[in-house]
């Protein structure tokens, strides 16, 4: 079974599951938000971290792409456009 299933099956039975996951979701996408940002403007805290993990520091803002267009299909998820978003979304609901 999909974890997509599972989760919207979890979602159908348990009061509220839906909302939270919901909130979840949004939690995660203002995290990866601030993330995001912080790679684009560079901030000493990303460049530490990429020091650390042998990643070079011109390849930041291709990660920093990559990490926004993960967090622009949660968003279109959440609106609804479930043939872009998925993860985020009520596609099950909707048949798709």
């Given at each position: 079974?999909?974890?997509?299933?599972?989760?919207?099956?979890?979602?159908?039975t348990v009061p509220f599951a839906d909302t939270a996951l919901?909130?979840?979701?949004?939690?995660?996408?203002?995290?990866?938000?601030?993330?995001?940002?912080?790679?684009?403007?560079?901030?000493?805290?990303?460049?530490?971290?990429?020091?650390?993990?042998?990643?070079?520091?011109?390849?930041?803002?291709?990660?920093?792409?990559?990490?926004?267009?993960?967090?622009?299909?949660?968003?279109?998820?959440?609106?609804?456009?479930?043939?872009?978003?998925?993860?985020?979304?009520?596609?099950?609901?909707?048949?798709?």
């Amino acid at each position: 079974m999909n974890s997509h299933r599972i989760t919207y099956q979890l979602a159908r039975t348990v009061p509220f599951a839906d909302t939270a996951l919901k909130g979840l979701t949004v939690a995660y996408v203002l995290t990866n938000s601030f993330e995001v940002i912080a790679k684009v403007q560079k901030e000493r805290f990303v460049l530490d971290n990429a020091e650390q993990a042998g990643v070079p520091e011109t390849t930041i803002p291709y990660l920093a792409v990559i990490e926004d267009a993960g967090t622009a299909g949660l968003v279109l998820g959440l609106t609804g456009w479930c043939r872009v978003g998925f993860a985020g979304g009520d596609c099950q609901k909707n048949g798709v």
